[in-house]
């Protein structure tokens, strides 16, 4: 019994040993899988190098293009968030200049003797708050206005850069 155990295990080694072998070599006397040795014409190979090339040539100026536009709206967004935030400011800064002259308008109408007094003081304030508006709203406006222009510029930059890059190419 001990001499086919071990004439059993001798085969099975011998035939995992054929098993293993046989994979690195898949089906080599099998015509259908065999490739044909052809020639490649001449003009075929140079028409299908020039066609890579000129792939890779797209695909890096498309990779250029992709770059530059997602850096131009990166710039693009932090201009229009940081004037944003400037704006706000300067639109708190104004209701809170407003809000103050209303309540010392407020206290001193309370302490006025006269009619003419109070006559007086409303004509004062509301002239100071004409102006004072007047003013705020220019200010607003030269920055909205500043605002644009600056989220623009880089824009227009680049689009005068493609139109040049257009006309050279």
Same mark, same amino acid.
């Given at each position: 019994?001990?001499?086919? =155990?071990?004439?059993?295990?001798?085969?099975?080694?011998?035939?995992?040993?054929?098993?293993?072998?046989?994979?690195?070599?898949?089906?080599?006397?099998?015509?259908?899988?065999?490739?044909?040795?052809?020639?490649?014409?001449? #003009?075929?190979?140079?028409? =299908?190098?020039?066609?890579?090339?000129?792939?890779?040539? =797209?695909?890096?100026?498309?990779?250029?293009? #992709?770059?530059?536009?997602?850096?131009?709206?990166?710039? =693009?967004?932090?201009?229009?968030?940081?004037?944003?935030?400037?704006?706000?400011?300067?639109?708190?800064?104004?209701?809170?200049?407003?809000?103050?002259?209303?309540?010392?308008?407020?206290?001193?109408?309370?302490?006025?003797?006269?009619?003419?007094?109070?006559?007086?003081?409303?004509?004062?304030?509301?002239?100071?708050?004409?102006?004072?508006?007047?003013?705020?709203?220019?200010?607003?406006?030269?920055?909205?206005?500043?605002?644009?222009?600056d989220v623009s510029a880089p824009v227009k930059e680049a689009m005068e850069k493609s139109f040049k890059d257009m006309k050279v190419n």
């Open positions: 019994m001990t001499d086919t =155990t071990t004439a059993t295990k001798t085969a099975s080694k011998a035939r995992t040993t054929k098993a293993k072998a046989a994979p690195a070599a898949a089906f080599p006397d099998f015509e259908a899988f065999a490739m044909p040795k052809m020639e490649v014409p001449a #003009a075929f190979r140079e028409a =299908t190098e020039k066609s890579i090339e000129s792939a890779r040539d =797209t695909y890096a100026k498309v990779k250029t293009a #992709a770059e530059d536009a997602t850096d131009l709206m990166e710039d =693009t967004f932090e201009t229009s968030r940081q004037g944003v935030v400037e704006f706000n400011h300067k639109a708190v800064d104004a209701a809170k200049v407003n809000a103050d002259a209303a309540f010392t308008f407020m206290k001193d109408i309370m302490s006025v003797k006269t009619l003419a007094e109070a006559i007086e003081l409303q004509s004062t304030f509301a002239r100071q708050q004409f102006d004072s508006l007047s003013t705020q709203s220019k200010e607003m406006q030269e920055l909205a206005t500043k605002l644009g222009t």
